[in-house]
């Protein structure tokens, strides 16, 4: 083969090599339709040794580097004043540039002391579409979640480069309809998940923070992806091009008044949260409420040795070619499904590859639980475990009690960072084709069990 018939284009590789290994192995058919059987058909309540390739979440599993590891015996484990939290907070305030630091177990913690802190019953808390986690604490909280991101981002098929952003004239509308008394703060997540992994614009975040200031409504970021946020911002704004993903982010965290996160994603460990804020008083009284529900100030439900190795991961998180080939494996497994006329949500997120279950099974209506029950025929399959984020995950109004009906029905494969090659996600796709090819025959499921809260966690279902 002469040079003019390779491909112009030169293959980039992920930039670390393998150290140990975690054996998996695959169950056959039979063992696998026993096994999603028993778990009500719901694939959080599957055994993970059940599992051959795990794309439940990004969540708390990643692989940690050597460095990580080696931080992990630094660990300080003093009750109070421990030296690995003092690192944990000078990442934070170099990478996200926030003032207060209060340390949480994982993400759902400090949504909790924030929605707490800031909401107050009859208030209404907009953002870039709901989150499961979010919106419960706000809710449980007294306060309504208002859905303000822009009509594209519930459309599976709409290209946008920056699907997430928030829709100004949805924002302004509500503050005139409730007045800016009753909004404390708007979300504004970036990575959006439930659209799909969609991001934000810098310029969008810059005009919400402008819009809320004028109102004096604070802005809170969700930054649980905000790294992978600043790498689509590098990749598809103007202007950025040239500044390093590093800069993007400390720019991005400067429109907002702080946030929460969740360091089981971009920060590259398997638990640990935390809330960042500007505004003294919300530190004072966040700080007074972490020591009920958390720990003390200086942990916050984490061993020393869990902050060392967020500590570290947050440095790893935001180098260029670490960001490029998180994303460039998930956009790999995106394309190909894409190539196969396989619908899935366009563009291709941050985390995740979302199957659009609608398109897959026009035949079933969506209280047939369509995403479900295709998380669980790609289980019988393959082994590969899967999410439902469709109308499982949305629940329930609070005040009808009825079911929320999502335009967006999706199975989310969301890919671990640094776990996983490109040969499992080869596998993955071959068997998503498989399913698809069979998906005529998908009957739907029926809940049998169904939680108060957070319901996707624990439902159980039986085939129709
Ligand atoms: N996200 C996910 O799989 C964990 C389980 S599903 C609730 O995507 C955002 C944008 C998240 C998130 C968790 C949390 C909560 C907040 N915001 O799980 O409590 O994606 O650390 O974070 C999951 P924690």
């Known amino acids: 083969m002469d040079a003019s018939q390779r491909p112009a284009r030169r293959s980039w590789a992920e930039p670390w090599k393998v150290k140990m290994v975690e054996p998996i192995a695959m169950l056959t058919r039979d063992q696998r339709e026993r096994a999603i059987r028993t778990a009500g058909y719901n694939t959080f309540l599957l055994k993970s040794e059940e599992v051959y390739i795990d794309l439940l979440t990004d969540s708390g599993t990643s692989a940690m580097s050597d460095w990580q590891w080696a931080g992990m015996m630094l660990g300080d484990e003093a009750y109070a004043g421990s030296k690995n939290f003092y690192n944990l907070e000078a990442a934070i305030r170099k990478h996200y540039g926030y003032k207060h630091i209060v340390p949480t177990h994982q993400g759902r913690g400090a949504e909790h002391l924030l929605s707490k802190v800031t909401i107050?019953?009859?208030?209404?808390?907009?953002?870039?579409?709901y989150f499961t986690t979010t919106r419960v604490h706000q809710e449980l909280a007294g306060g309504t979640f208002v859905d303000v991101i822009i009509d594209e981002a519930h459309d599976p098929e709409i290209e946008l480069p920056f699907k997430g952003n928030v829709d100004l004239d949805k924002f302004e509308a509500l503050i005139r309809k409730v007045g800016a008394e009753k909004i404390p703060y708007i979300t504004v997540h970036a990575t959006v998940n439930m659209a799909g992994g969609q991001p934000v614009s810098m310029?969008?975040?810059k005009a919400v923070s402008d819009l809320a200031k004028t109102h004096g409504i604070k802005v809170f970021l969700d930054a649980t992806r905000a790294v992978e946020n600043a790498y689509f911002i590098q990749q598809r704004e103007v202007g950025y091009s040239t500044k390093s993903v590093a800069e993007i982010l400390l720019e991005f965290c400067s429109h907002s008044d702080g946030c929460t996160m969740s360091g089981k994603k971009d920060a590259l460990v398997n638990i640990g949260g935390?809330?960042?804020?500007?505004d003294d008083r919300i530190f004072e009284d966040a700080t007074n409420l972490v020591?009920?529900?958390?720990?003390?100030?200086?942990?916050?439900?984490?061993?020393g040795r869990d902050m060392e190795a967020m500590a570290r991961g947050i440095v790893e998180s935001v180098?260029?070619?670490?960001?490029?080939?998180?994303?460039?494996?998930?956009?790999?497994?995106?394309?190909?499904?894409?190539e196969w006329g396989i619908p899935i949500v366009r563009p291709v997120g941050g985390h995740a590859i979302y199957l659009d279950a609608k398109k897959f099974c026009p035949h079933l209506p969506q209280d047939a639980f369509p995403a479900q029950t295709?998380?669980?025929?790609?289980?019988?399959?393959s082994g590969v475990r899967a999410m439902e984020r469709g109308i499982v995950s949305a629940g329930r109004n609070?005040?009808?009690?009825?079911?929320?009906?999502?335009?967006l029905e999706l199975v989310r494969l969301t890919i671990p960072r640094r776990v996983y090659t490109q040969a499992h996600m080869d596998v993955v796709a071959e068997s998503v084709a498989a399913v698809n090819d069979e998906r005529a025959k998908i009957r739907g499921l029926r809940m049998v069990y169904e939680p108060k809260y957070l319901r996707f966690f624990q439902a159980r279902f039986e085939p129709n």
């Open 319 to 338: 180098q260029d070619d670490h960001i490029r080939a998180r994303i460039g494996q998930v956009e790999y497994l995106g394309n190909k499904l894409i």
């Open 398 to 407: 609070k005040d009808t009690g009825d079911h929320y009906y999502p335009k």
């Open 274 to 278: 935390w809330l960042a804020v500007n």
């Open 291 to 303: 020591v009920i529900y958390e720990g003390l100030q200086t942990y916050g439900g984490m061993a």
């Open 120 to 129: 107050k019953p009859g208030d209404f808390i907009p953002g870039n579409m």
């Open 203 to 205: 310029a969008n975040v």
């Open 374 to 381: 295709l998380a669980a025929e790609l289980y019988a399959d």
